[in-house]
Each structure stands twice: as C-alpha cells, then as structure tokens.
C-alpha cells in the first residue's frame, strides 16, 4: 500500500474521531486555556496521522520508521491522558499504522507497551474496572493490521524479485544474442574472406571458371549468414554438429589447410550434439584466424570432442569472447572447455560434458 493510499485511509479516522472530540473539548468546562492546548494537541495529532505515511512508506530505513511511530505514539498518549480514559479509540489510528509498516517484533512491542499502559491506568483510576469493549477493539485491529503488514511486505518483495527477475531475463537474453552473433558471424565472415581471397587470386591467374565457383559459394555463404542471424534475432536458431562438420571441412580447403575430421558424429550423445557444433565453429574459426597452421584435426567421443592444430599456438592466457561463450554453452551439461598451447607445438582446444568433465 503506497503512502496516498494510507493518507486516504487516515482521513476516514480524522474525519470520524477528531471533530467529534474537538467538539467535546470545546463544550466541556474545561478552562480557555486548557481546551485551546487540547485542540491544538489534537489537531498535530489528525496532522501527524495524515503526513507520517509519506514518511512510512518512503523510508526504507526501519530504525527511522519506528522512532516516527513511537513519536506518534507519544503524542497519541499525550492526548488521550489529558482527555480521560474514555478516548482510548483514538489511539487505534497509530497502533494500526505501526502494525502494518513495522516489522512484527516492533510491531507487537510498541502496541503491546500501548495496551499495558491503557489497561494499567484504566485499572488505577476507573476503580478497577477496564473498558474491555475499547482495548478488545485496539487489539482486534492491531493484530489485524499486522496480518495485512506482513502481507504488504510480502507482495512488495514478490515484485521486487520479479524486477530481477526481469533484469536477469533480459541479460541472459543479450548474452545469448551476443554470444550467437558472434559464433555466426565469426565464422562466416572468415570463411566468405578466405574464399574472397582465394576467388581474387584465382582472377589474377586468369583461371576464371574455378575464381566463379568460389564467388558462387561466397554467395551462398553470404545468403546463409543473413538467414543465421534473422534466425539468431528470433531465437530459433539450431546448430548441427554434422552440419558444423561440412562447414568445417568447406572453410578449411578453402584456406588450404589439410583437415583430418570424422565423416560420422553418431558417437555424440544427442543432446551435446548441437553444443558440440558451437565448439567446432568456434575452434575452426579460430585456427583461420589466428593460428596459421597447415593441418587441423578433429577427434570426438560421446562427451568429448578435440580440435588439434599445428599453427603457432596462440591463445594462451585469458580466454577471448568465443571461449567464454562456450563454456556458457557447456555449464548446463556439467561441462567445461580446455584450451592452450601443445608443449610441441600447436595448439588444442577440447570441450567435455558430463561424467568426463
């Protein structure tokens, strides 16, 4: 419940308690003085119970919030002691207001203390009687209020944790769109540049015919970027290992570097099959870009698959974005990436999942 709806809920009690006791003030025989006090009492109590709530529902400092209501409280005190016993109601305003913005301990502590004191002095000087009719009415509403305390508390932070929740949505989604663009584009913009190079070499050699067939297949390669990344946008997109494979075996010839892959993915468990093929674009792109080697081989296994190099090992150190994308891809199979140089050169990179990892 925000503070403006609280203030409205405090007028309903200003408007029933404070006129009608003004008025009792103004008629008793009490001396000028003493009901001007009184009024004036009365009046920044009815203030205090409309301004408080803006301060209740504004603060998120509780130590704040409670020396507010003891203030209150005090001053409730103040004017029903100086009216009588019999104006004991008023004090049901601040007592709910308390149970519903402290905590419950407070809560319990402050109207607790109120209701001792109540009881204490109507005993001591109403010849020991107690009006049980007011202070059943003070506690009924205080431990009402405090139920519907907690239960603002609790919406309060069940959309607080949707909030994050959201947040969180929304940063996985940017780290997914993110990570997918890159693993595309990296890899096909490599390959479309290796094979851009190969086709202008091709033509500077008049060997038109084989510099077409590479243009045709920059085409292609072209046309299936731009379906990969509407169809990454949307968040549809799958990767297939034994596709990756085709891919991998294209880019590779095309660089001139002798490739050693398996001709069957079948020994991958199915559901590292896709995950599996974000390895392999990954490793493959990686050794067009930056290793220079001349050979490339490819091992795999259930949970496991291994890209071997002969280029100049680079890489070592913190991983890059590509590296770090795959192990995203990895942590929900329980599995992990290793990548570095070979003591003898070259460099590997394997990816497992599962009981292996």
Not at 142 to 152: E, F, K, Y
Not at 281 to 298: G, K, P, Y
Request: aromatic share 6%; proline share 3%.
């Amino acid at each position: 419940m925000s503070g403006n709806r609280w203030i409205w809920f405090g007028l309903v009690f200003v408007l029933l308690y404070i006129p009608a006791v003004i008025y009792d003030v103004v008629v008793s025989d009490r001396g000028v003085v003493a009901q001007v006090v009184l009024v004036v009492l009365l009046v920044a109590y009815a203030a205090g119970w409309l301004i408080a709530p803006k301060f209740f529902w504004g603060s998120d400092s509780e130590n704040f919030n409670t020396a507010l209501a003891l203030g209150l409280t005090v001053l409730g005190l103040v004017v029903v002691y100086s009216l009588g016993m019999s104006y004991a109601g008023l004090m049901v305003y601040v007592m709910s207001s308390t149970a519903v913005v402290l905590k419950p301990l407070r809560a319990i502590l402050i109207d607790g203390t109120v209701l001792v004191l109540l009881a204490g002095t109507m005993y001591l000087e109403q010849d020991l009687a107690i009006d049980g009719a007011q202070l059943g009415t003070l506690l009924s509403l205080s431990l009402g209020m405090l139920a519907v305390g907690r239960m603002i508390r609790a919406n309060m932070a069940l959309s607080a944790a949707q909030d994050e929740i959201a947040a969180l949505a929304r940063t996985e989604e940017r780290s997914r769109l993110a990570r997918d663009l890159h693993d595309v584009l990296g890899h096909s913009l490599t390959t479309i540049t290796l094979k851009a190079g190969v086709a202008r070499r091709l033509l500077e050699s008049s060997s038109t015919d084989r510099a077409l067939e590479e243009i045709r297949e920059v085409e292609q390669l072209t046309r299936q970027a731009l379906s990969d990344v509407r169809t990454t946008v949307s968040g549809y997109r799958e990767v297939s290992l034994s596709a990756e494979m085709v891919g991998a075996r294209a880019a590779l010839r095309a660089a001139e570097v002798e490739a050693d892959l398996p001709h069957a993915v079948d020994n991958v468990r199915p559901e590292l099959q896709g995950v599996f093929g974000y390895v392999l674009r990954e490793a493959i792109t990686n050794v067009l870009r930056h290793a220079a080697a001349t050979r490339v081989s490819v091992r795999l296994g259930d949970t496991w698959l291994e890209v071997w190099d002969n280029g100049r090992g680079t890489g070592v150190g913190t991983p890059g974005t590509g590296l770090r994308g795959l192990g995203e891809r990895l942590a929900p199979h329980g599995g992990r990436v290793v990548a570095g140089p070979l003591p003898d050169g070259g460099y590997r990179l394997r990816a497992e999942a599962g009981e292996t990892a």
